[in-house]
């Protein structure tokens, strides 16, 4: 494959903006080898060729590389609100961001990343749809092609319905669709959990265990995530002030999903990854950190050099709250972010988030056994780590450990919000910190070209 690389960073440093060719093509096109521009590449495929079952593998492909790169987007923006990322240059966008402005539809870089974002759910659907109309019709190659568009379309809607107040999802490549609206964006987690029990069965049916054990997993994050939501919207709006009286998450769908992913026997740090490559797509997040410094990770979170550009030893600037020593599993995942370079991998879901599904669950029920145990759980992955025993409090010792375990996995906003905890660089006039459940408006270059928002339909 060949890199579209160097022409979409010199694209992006001059407008802040990735140029796509096309919702479609160019997306398809991502995932295959040669020259993006060669006309024999076997992914560069035009609009008819998508109803030949023979494009199934390109279709799936695409949408994974429309997920991951959207995803890589918006995460670059709710990390800098959040106390993960901060400016790190002179862009003035990102200081709006880090200091908490965040319902600007005007930011260049939160509305450069809308595009990428919705491009991604579009591409599930398109994949799903093609993929299911092959298997009924018995054309359908290899079955994993569509069980996994029902992943990557579950990831999609999932992560828009986390980050934005409020979102178009019904447009296609013809024609706009009018927004969802911020009372009803909990819809869209119907429709990944819809996607995601679809998934599962499917893949117990063809006896997959690596996609049964995603799907398993991914059905406990969609449900947390829902009863987050709900949390931070009680009327379908952001609850405001510092937040929710009550922090703990405790749903059943959730818990009991996650119970069932252990009960698979997985590995003991089991992860989902979107990775990226000089083949396929760069990391949007790490490109603009590691390599651009427009943003630079949180002095709060890593010790940074002289410059304050650059993480380094010992890495993580949290200590933990027991053994007073650098958080190893910050530790690890700055090193891995920063010596990624452009590449990066994202963590989706993962073993540890499970485990600390099920330590909130148990500490909202008063069940203080189950939660040291399942925060010890995830505390043995690290040997110079001690077993909790009641040492601090346990909701301080859940925040610590999802900060830790967590980290630039897209959450960390959600858990600002939601335990009243103020990023030390937000100003006090702004969204982010006297709205608690503030996220993302509709981006206004959807505002501009929708003409349901335009009102010229």
Not at 98 to 103: P, Q
Not at 236 to 251: E, I, K, M, Q, R
Not at 304 to 310: A, F, I, T
Request: glycine share 8%.
């Amino acid at each position: 494959m060949t890199s579209t690389r160097s022409s979409i960073r010199r694209a992006r440093g001059i407008t802040g903006k990735l140029l796509v060719v096309g919702p479609l093509v160019g997306l398809l096109a991502i995932t295959g080898c040669g020259n993006l521009l060669n006309v024999d590449n076997p992914n560069n495929v035009s609009q008819s060729d998508l109803a030949d079952p023979t494009s199934a593998s390109a279709q799936a492909n695409g949408a994974l590389a429309a997920v991951a790169n959207g995803t890589s987007y918006v995460l670059t923006v709710v990390a800098d609100v959040g106390d993960e990322v901060t400016q790190g240059g002179s862009r003035d966008a990102y200081r709006q961001l880090t200091i908490g402005n965040l319902n600007d539809a005007h930011n260049e870089f939160s509305d450069a990343a809308w595009s990428p974002m919705m491009q991604g759910r579009w591409m599930s659907d398109f994949a799903i749809e093609n993929l299911s109309a092959f298997a009924s019709a018995g054309t359908l190659k290899d079955p994993d092609d569509l069980v996994r568009s029902y992943l990557y379309g579950a990831i999609a809607y999932d992560r828009i319905a986390d980050w934005y107040e409020d979102a178009v999802v019904g447009s296609d490549h013809m024609d706009a669709a009018p927004p969802v609206g911020e009372a009803n964006m909990y819809t869209l987690y119907d429709t990944a959990m819809s996607f995601v029990n679809t998934g599962l069965s499917l893949a117990q049916a063809e006896n997959n265990p690596e996609r049964v054990l995603e799907f398993t997993a991914m059905k406990a994050q969609v449900a947390f995530h829902d009863a987050v939501w709900h949390m931070l919207h009680p009327n379908g709006s952001p609850v405001g002030g510092n937040g929710p009286a009550d922090p703990l998450v405790n749903d059943a769908t959730a818990t009991a999903a996650a119970q069932a992913f252990f009960a698979l026997n997985p590995a003991p740090d089991w992860t989902y990854r979107f990775t990226y490559s000089s083949t396929t797509v760069e990391n949007n997040l790490a490109t603009v950190t590691n390599e651009d410094i427009y943003t630079i990770l949180s002095p709060t979170i890593a010790v940074m050099d002289q410059s304050g550009k650059h993480p380094m030893a010992p890495w993580s600037a949290v200590n933990d709250p027991i053994d007073g020593i650098p958080a190893p599993s910050l530790v690890e995942g700055i090193q891995e972010f920063t010596n990624g370079g452009f590449y990066s991998p994202l963590t989706v879901i993962s073993a540890r988030e499970m485990h600390l599904i099920l330590a909130e669950a148990a500490l909202a029920q008063g069940d203080n056994a189950t939660f040291t145990a399942q925060i010890n759980d995830v505390r043995s992955l690290y040997s110079s780590l001690s077993p909790y025993s009641g040492q601090i409090p346990a909701q301080q010792m859940l925040i610590h450990e999802r900060l830790t375990n967590m980290f630039l996995q897209g959450f960390r906003l959600a858990d600002l919000y939601r335990f009243g905890i103020k990023s030390p660089d937000w100003l006090p006039t702004t969204a982010a910190y006297t709205n608690a459940g503030e996220f993302f408006p509709i981006a206004y270059v959807e505002q501009l070209s929708n003409c349901h928002i335009a009102g010229t339909c």
